[in-house]
């Protein structure tokens, strides 16, 4: 799944002609508990982003993407201050202050989601996001793939 995560990472970064994005994670969810968790990540490694979990109910930005599949971008994560959020905290502390969230759906089901980080607040411009949709919107399709031949 790496693999697959490194090859996303490097054509988001030719198609945007910037390394500052410089993350892709993947989380898969569970419906039967409503819980995700971290599956596989590129960029630095980080003990709490790498393998964290949470119950999908109590993240309302991730719940709406879930609804209705599509993708959410966060301007500028130091706008969130959660003192619950783990997750967002980590970000942050990482360095990152921008992401993209694209739900993996199949058919009508939420399967989990793909997060591209940047370390530029407000990265995931109107123009970044149309350069990048074509491509984010075949990726949770052979991420879901390759999922399904590892298990």
Known sequence: ????????LAQAQR????????RVSMAVYDSGTSMAAAFAQVGEPHTILDRYQWDLRDTPLLAAAARDGQARTIGDLRDYSDPDADYLGALRGAGYLSALTVPMVRGHQISGFVFFHARAAFFFTPDVVTRLTAFIADMPRFLMRELE???
């Open 15 to 22: 198609l945007t002609g910037d390394a500052t994005l410089c």
């Open 149 to 151: 031949r590892d298990l």
């Open 1 to 8: 799944m790496t693999w697959l995560l490194e090859a996303a």
